[in-house]
């Protein structure tokens, strides 16, 4: 007889957002199982974002799984700014009442929300599938691919774009907005220390270049390259010849070393409203789905979960009054929304444009009013530091 696990909820997706939630569940006494497709080798061993809002690391540090990102992570206080012979230094954090980012690489962030939550007891179920999803009265019914299934009264989608809890949004229920970006990056992991202790950012009449940081002794580079070229078109000397070019600054030298990965990002964005339908939430790359510009993804994914998890606790609080259930995708579409839009701004601050595309001059122009503003107006730069660093923490 297939054997059946009840709980309160069902979290699909051990990335930032289900551990996350897990993990928040978890010390509240809430009962849940999270499930994910890959083993424990397939999660840590996925390179992913590592730029972690100071939010991320508030509720990292208040789940008491903030050890090791102290110990091994860096804080990053500002990003240099290159274009037109100038390199120009913002220091975020003295715009911003000394809040920063910490650079912390997104499979040791999974590591240490998967660490707290076995160690703390948690039903965490990896190497296994959730090949249905569906309902049953009240409740909500997740089929695995080992015979068993899984019963809870909420179910909280956190497995991708593609994943399958989607296929429990009712058809016409969802309103999708998207949009495919104008830009193509390359975008790789060298194994070369950094060249600087802060985010560089180029804009160069040949395309963008990106330097960011990920370890004392791994950097990851981005380069603006033709939409629809491919990775074969790009070995490793041509990469270093375009980086050089593009970065190049007098007295500056760039470190260079083997290239461990590189990969083509077909930039697209998109968002799906509401979040919530019925006993099913979106969470994370589920849900929303941003550039990698100012790195927004992973801490956008935590902050869906934090707010979940307070949405379900207020829900108890008012008698489980299905009208709170409301709030989740109340609170979380502006924050989302304020992302991308600082996300489509910074592309296009430092972006260059296709001469041949309508208005490239003009557009290119204005990019330069946007990079004068932020060496020139600390009202325009404590706006970009407040986005770029991130709001503040959800409290309450």
């Known amino acids: 007889m297939p054997q059946e696990t009840t709980t309160r909820v069902v979290i699909v997706g051990a990335g930032p957002a289900g551990l996350t939630l897990g993990n928040l569940l978890h010390a509240r006494g809430e009962r849940c199982v999270v499930i994910d497709k890959f083993d424990r080798a397939q999660l840590l061993g996925r390179a992913r974002a590592g730029l972690l809002e100071h939010r991320t690391v508030a509720t990292i540090e208040r789940m008491g799984l903030a050890k090791r990102l102290f110990a091994e992570g860096h804080r990053h206080t500002g990003c240099e700014f290159r274009s037109a012979g100038r390199r120009d230094y913002t220091d975020f954090a003295e715009l911003y009442e000394g809040r920063s980012h910490h650079v912390y690489p997104q499979q040791e962030v999974v590591a240490d929300l998967l660490a707290g939550l076995v160690d703390a007891g948690g039903d965490v179920r990896l190497g296994v599938t959730a090949e249905r999803v569906g309902t049953d009265g009240d409740g909500v019914l997740v089929h695995l691919s080992d015979g068993t299934t899984v019963r809870g009264e909420f179910l909280a989608g956190a497995d991708g774009q593609h994943g399958i809890t989607r296929t429990g949004v009712p058809e016409g229920a969802a309103t999708e ?4 970006h104008e830009f193509q990056w390359l975008t790789l992991l060298a194994s070369a220390p950094p060249s600087a202790e802060w985010t560089i950012y180029a804009q160069h009449e040949r395309g963008f270049a990106g330097h960011l940081l990920r370890s004392d002794t791994v950097t990851r580079f981005h380069l603006q390259v033709p939409v629809g070229d491919d990775v074969a078109a790009w070995p490793d000397e041509r990469i270093w010849t375009e980086l050089r070019a593009r970065l190049a600054h007098p007295g500056w030298t760039l470190n260079e070393g083997p290239v461990i990965s590189k990969n083509m990002l077909d930039m697209r964005s998109r968002v799906i409203e509401p979040m919530r339908f019925g006993r099913l939430f979106l969470l994370g790359d589920a849900a929303h789905i941003i550039s990698p510009s100012g790195g927004k993804g992973m801490n956008l994914a935590v902050a869906d979960a934090v707010e979940l998890d307070r949405v379900l606790a207020e829900f108890d609080a008012a ?49 330069q009013s946007r990079l004068w503003q932020l060496t020139q107006s600390e ?14 923490p959800i409290t309450g």
Do not use: C, K, N
């Open 319 to 367: 008698g489980a009054d299905p009208s709170v259930l409301d709030r989740y995708s109340e609170r979380r579409l502006p924050d989302i929304w304020r992302a991308q839009e600082f996300s489509h701004a910074l592309l296009h601050m430092m972006h260059t444009y296709d001469p041949a595309a309508p208005d490239a001059a003009f557009r290119q122009r204005l990019q």
């Open 177 to 180: 907005y998207g949009m495919r």
């Open 379 to 392: 009202a325009y730069a404590t706006s970009f530091a407040r986005s770029y660093i991130g709001p503040l």
